[in-house]
């Protein structure tokens, strides 16, 4: 069964950046959408980001556009979360996941899910 892991969560100050990185563990020939969701203490998980298996096209939740950027190499691993201007609001657990629906970003429907990597901005 494939796993997903995430890794380059921190503690990072008001206004900083960090990269976050999610690869399946082991070799795998899956051809899968990804995305990277957050959950604050005390809140949902909510979505953040998304990319398709290609690479060709995002999704990027309003509360992170402009800020961050979900990116792959076309059709590889790993996924990368570049975010910038980090704020106190931002901290959260961040949580890698994947779909079989690799073609999607819009309406992302997760079908694999990292244990999750905390982000922690300091104000």
């Known amino acids: 069964q494939v796993q997903l892991v995430e890794s380059g969560g921190g503690l990072v100050q008001t206004g900083g950046s960090l990269r976050l990185s999610c690869a399946p563990s082991g070799r795998t020939s899956s051809a899968f959408a990804m995305a990277w969701f957050r959950q604050a203490p005390g809140k949902e998980r909510e979505f953040v980001a998304a990319?398709?298996?290609?690479?060709?096209?995002?999704y990027y939740a309003d509360s992170v556009k402009g800020r961050f950027i979900i990116s792959r190499e076309n059709a590889k691993y790993p996924v990368y979360l570049q975010m910038s201007s980090l704020k106190p609001e931002d901290t959260a657990v961040y949580y890698c996941?994947?779909?079989?629906?690799?073609?999607?970003?819009?309406?992302?429907?997760?079908?694999?899910w990292g244990q999750g990597t905390l982000v922690t901005v300091s104000s």
């Open positions: 990319i398709t298996w290609s690479g060709g096209m995002t």
């Open positions: 996941a994947a779909s079989i629906f690799s073609g999607v970003v819009a309406d992302f429907r997760p079908t694999i």
